[in-house]
């Protein structure tokens, strides 16, 4: 589906303006067309975007986080071998472990911030874009692109990711380390989750919330 060329659709009740963030300058919303950004007069900092194929991009991405998932929590994430000694072990069994060691607090912290959080933070992102496509709108929609916004901040799969590589380089001098599918699906995991979160700009997506939103009150019961 292609998008309009003159401006995302934009609701009759959408905010005209909008504050610049870095100086707080309060500017006026302009239709801007695909590939388009707009500027503050004050400072030159970026307001908003227009970025092309962005609900499709947000869609791809995001399926893809998912599938990824997938493959993270079922399939080992690394093999050590130590002296004929050998352990696999994947996101969930490191969680399990780190539980039964009485480590409790970094056992749910880990299950939290690495599976549950991203799940529900993929999960908010495909249910608010997908309807918008068709310039559809589904019951809680804002309350889940609000959480979505609020899940972006603690879904830590690269802070995860970085201990981990940290951690790698420790292991190898203990015992040979064999990376398994869930290590390579995680790491690619970090690229999809940057680019699902990188492709709408939120003037853009509350616009189409509304308008959605707005298109849906006006058709007959």
Same mark, same amino acid.
């Given at each position: ?8 659709? $934009? ?190 700009? $939120? ?13 849906? $009150?006006?058709?007959?019961?």
């Amino acid at each position: 589906m292609r998008e309009a060329s003159k401006g995302w659709p $934009r609701a009759k009740s959408a905010a005209s303006h909008t504050a610049c963030g870095y100086c707080d300058t309060l500017q006026r919303i302009i239709p801007l067309s695909e590939g388009e950004s707009a500027h503050c007069q004050t400072c030159g900092g970026e307001l908003y975007e227009n970025r092309p194929h962005s609900l499709q991009r947000t869609i791809s991405f995001s399926s893809a986080a998912l599938f990824l998932m997938g493959l993270i929590i079922i399939f080992p994430f690394l093999s050590l071998d130590n002296n004929g000694l050998k352990s696999t072990m994947t996101v969930w069994d490191a969680t399990e472990q780190l539980w039964m060691e009485g480590s409790e607090m970094v056992a749910i912290a880990t299950a939290l911030f690495i599976i549950i959080l991203p799940l529900l933070l993929i999960a908010c992102l495909i249910y608010v874009c997908f309807p918008l496509l068709f310039q559809r709108y589904w019951p809680g929609g804002v309350m889940a692109f609000r959480a979505a916004t609020f899940l972006q901040t603690w879904a830590m799969v690269e802070v995860f990711f970085l201990g981990t590589i940290v951690s790698l380089l420790k292991l190898v001098k203990l015992a040979e380390v064999s990376l398994g599918v869930g290590f390579w699906a995680f790491s690619l995991l970090v690229v999809m989750l940057a680019g699902a979160l990188s492709s709408v700009d $939120r003037v853009e997506f509350w616009d189409r919330l509304e308008a959605a939103r707005e298109g849906g $009150r006006e058709k007959p019961a």
